[in-house]
Nanobody, 113 residues
Framework: QVQLVESGGGLVQPGGSLRLSCAASGIIFSIYAMDWYRQAPGKQRELVAHITRGGSTNYADSVKGRFTISRDNAKKTLYLQMNSLKPEDTAVYYC???????WGQGTQVTVSS
């Protein structure tokens, strides 16, 4: 059974940092490209960052230079390092394996003073 479990969300002040994790099970993690998406209240889910199985990355313009996606294939874990957080980054963040069509349950990130 394929499972993706996010963690690391929370409440942080503007300018702060968080690191999200997504632990995968039931898959050969290393062979899949992975994504981080987010969904803010009243808005559509949007792609934040993408990483290929080879480690190449792409980012939404709104997070370039602030967020870093990475992966540890030995630990079967996907990461999203988020720096210089802004109130507009507030959302539920999801990891996604597109090839498998599998979503995690999401983790809430709230940026507020």
């Amino acid at each position: 059974q394929v499972q993706l479990v996010e963690s690391g969300g929370g409440l942080v002040q503007p300018g702060g940092s968080l690191r999200l994790s997504c632990a995968a099970s039931g898959i050969i993690f290393s062979i899949y490209a992975m994504d981080w998406y987010r969904q803010a209240p009243g808005k559509q889910r949007e792609l934040v960052a993408h990483i290929t199985r080879g480690g190449s990355t792409n980012y939404a313009d709104s997070v370039k230079g602030r967020f870093t996606i990475s992966r540890d294939n030995a630990k079967k874990t996907l990461y999203l390092q988020m720096n210089s957080l802004k109130p507009e980054d507030t959302a539920v963040y999801y990891c996604y394996a597109q090839t498998l069509g599998t979503w995690g349950q999401g983790t809430q990130v709230t940026v507020s003073s």
